[in-house]
């Protein structure tokens, strides 16, 4: 989301070209004018939602959570600026305080995702042999179940709260971020820079996460960006079953199954969310789109 | 025989992960809290043992776990349901599946018959206009949830237009068409985006670069030389996506009120109907293994550089 | 919209070439063919009287089966003869005849007699059949006893059959209102030939209830069972009214809210099993001629877990009571016209009505917690309310929650949101700090509401007892009149009201669409309709 998320050229003798490649992947990104905006309006939604939370917190802007049961569904207009929804509260704010609930899921579960996914996927591809086809089985079996009784019966477990709603979402996404992970490891592994680390004495650990991860940074990356989105469609449909964030917070989804339920007869309660949803989805998306291109080293053939 | 060897190996792999998935299921069950007969009143403690009694769920876990296993395994027999009274599981599923599997069915065709000529398209007008605007109706599906799609949808053509009813499943010819559009819809963006990113790749083969040297016409190479390579991504992609789109929808199935499995999945952990939702799982989990296979197969059958490798690339 | 635009396009497409036309009014043709379509909310659990728990459930029930007592069609308070012509008890109501009209049949066209209710009661009361629904024949003498197993002979519960179409009933306690208790689900009876032939008596799990095996008394029968799609019940030939029966089949449907309220738009549906509360008051008001708000015999409250702090003190409870602003939650937040609660049992007309003790107070609310020792609501501690999943229910809690904050400086409330099954188990165990709640009354009697506090009632789960409470409810049952019965309870509930064990927001109403075409569907307190007596006008 931010250039400086960028990775750090990688420190090792092996990655030959690593500082060029980070830096050509940059400024092929910004030739991909889409890409690029989109970065800029990521930015944009994140600099906004903060912005309006803390002047709500500063007493500028209106309380998210405030009812005015005196006031409700009202329009668009001064009070409201984006009308107020069915117990009184300020759209706007709530839009605000939604969509940063609704990015930290989304960045915090994604992150949760991508530490469980690299760590398993890259232990594994580096042991190989039987050990490996044992973490692989588990993977296929969780990948056979559908999410849903995973994240039910996690949430039934612990219950409710943020906290388990990054856990259960990050438990079930990390799948693929193994397999990815897995795929490029094993291929390392049999390159020749393997059998230099190897002949200096290093030890497993140290070949694992200071030489082969750093090696799969472009594809972690680029699945990561494409993570955020999926996930934050997760968050929506768990609103959608009542499992999603406790009340009276809200996030994007929250407010957009509230809006949905009312859309014939207040449809800005449905407009405002979806479309700032809508937009964070699409940027990510595209973004996610532009990395794999910048990244993909057969691309900078071009 | 290296077809046949990998056929069997995938068979055994497959009975291993059926079981996997059996036994996390029946684990995740036994740690769940809730009580699969709490009903609006207050029952009695005593009764409730019963109840217990009755579905053995008072036996040591183990010998539960064991039992399930024999009947899955040997009698292909997902037992009773706990909240449907008189219903086994297999009459619930077959009942149910055959709904999910006709919309799924038709969604994925629509997702396939939008998705890939969008993919293609964004793939050969490569970060011009084209590609955005084909990249950009691919995202509508992905970027709006679901549970605003559909009952937009349903507002616009069922209640505005009256072309389709608003829900309800009567086995005619056009209750699937409006639930089926709004499931492919979401499926439509993701094999767009996978179609685009495997045509890009293809495109940058050598072999393309020189059928391009040689004075091919671009279009002839796009058809002809790289849609097999390119598409190649996309049928890996489908092989679990298959399974989840054709086991049915919740959403969708919840907003035009379809008796398909999908519903049956989310209600049953939700009530804590363990032999239904463990018949749900099971079912699902043969579909992902089978459309798996089926898709390793048609990548074995597409790419013939893959016949001699070994089959461990999962 | 981009969006849009390609939407109709690929829709479009699709319905031209399969030409799928959906015009003409679907329900009205239903109307024209005889055919009543109703949303009901959720799918039965089991078409067996004797499993059956939730009101969806004994709207089916009620089509396919006829009680003693049958339903008034216009006044719950009425009796309608049902299998029973007449009947009578001793003077004080502690033991009842049931005359049975000689006329009545199972579907199956064997004549329903005094041992089919006599079977019916024993199966409901073995322990083995764990029936959901067996306390409400704790009533009969010996049938808590039989129940719970500690009584093993079933001559031993008051209950005999002295010929094939008498019925008598002896029962533990006087209760002049026990014709108004008879006609409740957990009474019906079921043909015990079918049940045998499918399994045991106390066998849960056969395929009696399937289409083909099921056999039942009703005006109606039943057609098929699909879950998630319908329950269809026909005609019952057999019926000894039948030719007063008009309509010639029910569809039940277990649509969603809001999809079936997207369905009754479309023409899909003659009523709906409830209306969202955003689709009440629209401005111009979507079928406004077609909605209807009646009250209903219900209460919505909360329950407190008084064996934990903060709520183990009364005052404390009373604060946060009187501190909720009812009417403004029923104006703004659940818009259907419902009666704030004064009290806990709904008031009936002519009949019982609560003590008028709760408000909406502030200034005292804030008063009595300054008394517990949390002035301003400083260092309250934090505690969750609990609901079930539902928009409703979520949006009152929203709003108790902001209203403790702004009135009483309580900021500590958490709401948690749970699945049925672990909000269910929760309370069950008394493992919540403070649930949402609301009860139906099974039978047109205040004591179906107060009985509820007694001190081991299996649904008290507050913690919360109190001997002069118990001792009235005992008093009261024995009592000869009603005025006087009524007194007692009032006296009870004060008690109820004055401690709090319960925060009670509002009593219910029906709120539903109901088309035109169906005819002589009167509002009624319990919403139990005797679907004999519908008519289909299209």
């Given amino acids: 989301m931010n250039p400086t998320a960028l990775p750090d050229p990688p420190q090792t003798a092996e990655s030959e070209s690593g500082s060029s490649l980070g830096r050509d992947a940059w400024l092929r990104l910004k030739r991909n004018r889409l890409a690029y905006a989109c970065l800029w309006s990521l930015g944009g939604i994140l600099v906004l939602c903060a912005g309006g939370a803390l002047l709500s917190l500063a007493g500028v802007l209106p309380d998210p959570n405030a009812t005015h049961l005196d006031h409700i569904l009202e329009a668009p207009g001064v009070r409201y600026l984006l009308g107020s929804d069915a117990l009184g509260r300020d759209v706007f704010t709530r839009i605000l305080f939604g969509g940063l609930v609704s990015i930290a899921v989304g960045v915090v579960a994604t992150l949760v995702s991508v530490l469980i996914g690299v760590t398993y996927g890259a232990v594994a591809g580096y042991v190989g042999g039987r050990c490996d086809a044992v973490m692989m089985r588990f993977v296929d079996i969780l990948y056979a179940m559908p999410f849903v009784i995973l994240v039910v019966v996690l949430m039934a477990l612990f219950g409710m709260n943020l906290f388990w709603l990054f856990i259960a979402i990050g438990a079930v996404e990390w799948l693929t971020m193994a397999r990815i992970v897995r795929a490029q490891v094993m291929a390392l592994k049999r390159q020749e820079f393997m059998e230099a680390a190897r002949s200096l004495g290093l030890g497993h650990a140290a070949i694992l996460f200071r030489h082969l991860i750093p090696n799969c940074f472009g594809p972690i990356i680029v699945y990561t960006t494409l993570t955020v989105p999926s996930v934050m469609r997760l968050e929506a449909v768990l609103s959608f079953l009542g499992m999603g964030v406790q009340p009276p917070n809200s996030s994007w989804g929250c407010l957009i199954k509230e809006g949905a339920d009312r859309m014939t007869t207040s449809a800005g309660l449905l407009v405002f969310p979806a479309a700032a949803f809508a937009i964070t989805l699409f940027c990510l998306n595209f973004l996610g789109d532009g990395l794999r291109d910048a990244l993909d080293p057969k691309g900078s053939r071009d | 025989m290296p077809l046949v060897r990998f056929v069997l190996d995938r068979l055994l792999q497959s009975l291993v992960v059926l079981v996997g998935i059996l036994t996390l299921t029946f684990i995740l069950l036994q740690l769940a809290p809730g009580n699969p007969f709490a009903t609006e009143k207050n029952i009695p403690e005593h009764i409730v043992a019963n109840m217990r009694e009755y579905y053995g769920l008072n036996r040591p876990p183990l010998e539960q776990w064991f039992r399930m296993l024999g009947n899955y395994f040997l009698r292909f027999d997902g037992g009773e349901s706990f909240t449907k009274d008189g219903f086994t599981v297999n009459e619930i599923i077959l009942e149910s599946l055959p709904v999910s599997l006709l919309v799924g069915g038709a969604g994925l065709l629509f997702a396939l018959g939008t998705g890939v000529p969008l993919g293609v398209m964004a793939a050969a007008r490569r970060n011009r206009g084209g590609d955005y605007v084909a990249s950009s109706l691919a995202l509508i599906g992905i970027c709006l949830p679901t549970f605003v799609v559909a009952p937009l949808a349903i507002a616009f053509f069922a209640l505005d237009l009256g072309w389709f009813a608003p829900a309800g499943w009567e086995d005619r010819r056009v209750d699937w068409i409006l639930p089926s559009t709004v499931l492919g819809l979401f499926y439509m963006g993701y094999i767009a985006r996978i179609t685009r990113a495997g045509m890009l790749e293809a495109l940058s083969q050598d072999y393309v670069r020189t059928a391009l040297a040689k004075g091919l016409s671009e279009r002839r190479i796009l058809m002809v030389h790289t849609l097999r390579h390119g598409l190649l991504p996309l049928v890996s992609f489908l092989g679990p996506a298959v399974a989840g789109i054709l086991a049915g929808s919740f959403v969708v199935e919840t907003i035009f009120g379809l008796p398909g499995m999908g519903l049956h999945t989310v209600v049953a952990a939700r009530d804590r109907d363990m032999p239904l939702l463990m018949g749900s799982v099971m079912t699902y989990g043969a579909m992902v293994l089978v459309s798996n296979f089926l898709s390793d197969l048609a990548q074995y059958w597409m790419n013939p550089r893959m016949r001699g490798a070994e089959a461990d690339w999962s | ?538």
């Fill in chain 3, 1 to 538: 919209m981009m969006m849009e635009g390609k939407r109709l396009l690929g829709c479009l497409l699709i319905a031209l070439l399969l030409g799928g036309c959906e015009r003409g009014d679907y329900a009205n043709e239903a109307a024209r063919r005889g055919i009543l379509l109703l949303g009901n909310g959720s799918d039965p659990k089991a078409l067996d009287p004797h499993l059956v728990a939730s009101v969806g459930d004994s709207n089916v029930m009620r089509a396919l089966f006829e009680g003693l007592v049958a339903y008034h069609p216009e006044d719950d308070t009425k009796l309608e003869p049902g299998v029973a012509e007449h009947w009578e008890s001793n003077a004080d109501h502690t033991e009842w005849t049931f005359r049975l009209r000689r006329n009545a049949r199972w579907s199956n066209g064997d004549p329903v007699t005094a041992r089919d209710f006599l079977y019916s009661y024993q199966r409901i009361l073995e322990p083995g059949l764990a029936s959901p629904y067996a306390s409400m024949l704790y009533i009969l003498k010996g049938g808590k006893e039989y129940n719970e197993g500690t009584l093993t002979d079933f001559s031993g519960v008051g209950v005999r059959a002295p010929d094939e179409f008498t019925l008598v009933c002896t029962l533990a306690l006087p209760a002049a209102y026990f014709p108004q208790v008879v006609k409740h689900t957990s009474w019906l009876p079921v043909h015990r030939g079918t049940i045998e032939r499918f399994g045991k008596m106390t066998d849960r799990f056969t395929r009696w209830q399937r289409p083909g095996n099921h056999v039942s008394n009703g005006a109606f029968q039943l057609r098929s069972w699909r879950i998630h799609h319908s329950v269809v019940v026909d005609r019952n030939p057999f019926y000894w009214d039948a030719e007063k029966v008009r309509i010639r089949e029910i569809r039940f449907f277990p649509y969603d809210t809001y999809t079936e309220a997207r369905a009754f738009l479309g023409n899909r549906l003659h009523y709906t099993y409830t209306l969202p509360a955003e689709l009440i008051h629209q401005s111009d008001g979507v079928r406004a001629d077609w909605l209807h708000l009646e009250p209903y015999y219900g209460s919505y409250f909360y329950r407190f877990n008084v064996e934990r702090p903060p709520f183990n003190n009364p005052k404390v409870r009373r604060a946060l009571a009187l501190a909720i602003d009812r009417r403004a939650i029923v104006t703004s937040v659940t818009r259907a016209n419902q009666e704030p609660a004064y009290g806990f049992t709904p008031p009936s007309e002519g009949g019982y009505v609560p003590p008028n003790l709760l408000r909406f107070d502030p200034d005292q609310a804030r008063a009595l917690l300054v008394e517990a020792g949390y002035p301003g609501g400083k260092d309250f501690p934090g505690f969750a309310l609990i609901i079930n999943t539902s928009e409703a229910h979520r949006a009152i809690a929203e709003a108790m929650q902001d209203m403790w904050r702004r009135h009483l400086g309580i900021t500590s409330v958490r709401i948690e949101n749970r699945e049925w099954g672990t909000f269910q188990s929760q309370v069950i165990k008394q493992d919540y700090d403070a649930a949402r709640a609301g009860w139906i009354a099974d039978y047109l009697d205040p004591s179906t509401f107060l009985d509820l506090w007694r001190k081991g009632d299996s649904n008290n789960n507050t913690g919360w007892s109190h001997p002069d409470y118990d001792r009235l409810l005992a008093e009261a049952a024995v009592q000869p009149t009603d005025a006087a019965r009524f007194a007692k309870l009032r006296e009870a509930e004060s008690i109820l009201l004055t401690e709090l064990p319960v925060l009670p927001l509002y009593w219910y109403t029906r709120t539903y669409w109901l088309r035109p075409e169906v005819k002589n569907w009167k509002p009624l307190l319990l919403d139990n309709h005797n679907y004999k007596y519908i008519r289909l006008e299209p």
